[in-house]
């Protein structure tokens, strides 16, 4: 569903890029301001309207999808820090996508750029942390050939997503069209690879919301268990004292 409304608007846009190709004057489209980034697909109505419902849908879908992410990898692999990092760069990122939604980059660029600033990175070190968290939990043919799968989709956004931050620096008309394709791809890339994770996802029961339950609510659990250590000890030491 967020292809079809990608391209969607990806076509709407397009074909108005098309269309002020055959105008003349300084609105023609052949200038590095008409370039058809995503980012141009949403900067005017109705577009903008899908374009923030799209960026505001796909930021709580990252939210959920890395959640449940973190609780599998939590009841197969156990306590992990790059589960935890995964998990923090995964909601990083939604938040990242949501300022780019809502802050059209026509209308408020600093605000959209700081938000791709954070929402690219982001996205390019989840895909890292999850293709290695793969390996780890990797034990079948099956899943580690799902490894294999996300390296090479991971290895793909790293080059598209350097590629377009390079290209789109520059000032060549040819290279700023390299950098919007390079953009397009970086995106459909990621989204393959969130559709990966229906493999393990099938494998999720009420276990594994148990686990996680049972992990949010461990260090209050520690805490009293530490507590009330601390105070047998204090007591006992209180009776030594006075029996001597």
Same mark, same amino acid.
């Given at each position: 569903?967020h292809?079809s ?5 990806a076509?709407?846009?397009?074909? @108005?890029?098309?269309? @002020?190709c055959?105008m ?8 590095? &301001?008409?370039i058809?980034? *995503?980012? #141009? ?7 903008s309207?899908?374009f923030?419902?799209?960026c505001?849908?796909?930021?709580f879908?990252?939210?959920l999808v890395g959640?449940?992410?973190y609780? /599998? ?8 820090l790059?589960?935890?990092?995964g998990?923090a760069?995964g909601w990083?990122?939604?938040?990242g ?11 408020a660029?600093?605000? /959209?750029?700081?938000?791709? =600033? *954070?929402a690219?990175p982001?996205s ?7 293709s290695?968290?793969t390996?780890?939990?990797? #034990?079948t ?5 799902? =490894? /294999?799968l996300?390296s090479i ?8 997503l350097?590629?377009s931050g390079?290209?789109?620096?520059q000032e ?7 950098a919007a394709l ?6 459909? &890339? *990621?989204l ?9 996802? =099938?494998?999720i029961?009420?276990?594994t919301f ?5 992990? +949010?609510?461990?260090? #209050? +659990?520690?805490?009293?268990?530490? @507590?009330?250590?601390?105070m047998? /000890? ?10 001597a």
């Open positions: 569903a292809i409304a990608l391209l969607t608007c076509f709407a846009a397009g074909r @108005s890029y098309n269309q @002020s055959d003349d004057g300084p609105s023609s489209c052949c200038t590095l &301001d008409h058809p980034l *995503v980012s #141009k697909c949403g900067t005017l109505p109705p577009e309207c899908f923030s419902l799209i505001s849908l796909g930021s879908m990252v939210i959640l449940l992410r609780a /599998h990898l939590l009841e197969r692999l156990g306590p992990s790059l589960n935890t990092l998990l760069t990083v990122c939604a938040a996508l949501t300022m780019v939604g809502n802050f059209q980059v026509d209308h660029k600093v605000l /959209h750029y700081i938000g791709a =600033g *954070v690219f982001t390019m070190l989840f895909l890292l942390l999850q290695i968290l390996y780890r939990m990797a #034990k043919r099956g899943q580690y050939w799902t =490894g /294999h996300r989709l991971t290895t793909v956004a790293f080059f598209t350097v590629f390079v290209f789109f620096i060549s008309f040819v290279l700023q069209h390299v390079c953009e397009w791809m970086f995106i459909i &890339d *990621v393959v690879f969130y559709g990966t994770f229906t493999f393990e996802f =099938g494998a029961s009420t276990d148990l686990v996680l339950l049972k992990a +949010s609510r461990a260090p #209050k +659990s520690y805490k009293g268990e530490s @507590s009330l250590s601390s047998a /000890h204090i007591h006992s030491h209180v009776e030594g004292l006075a029996m």
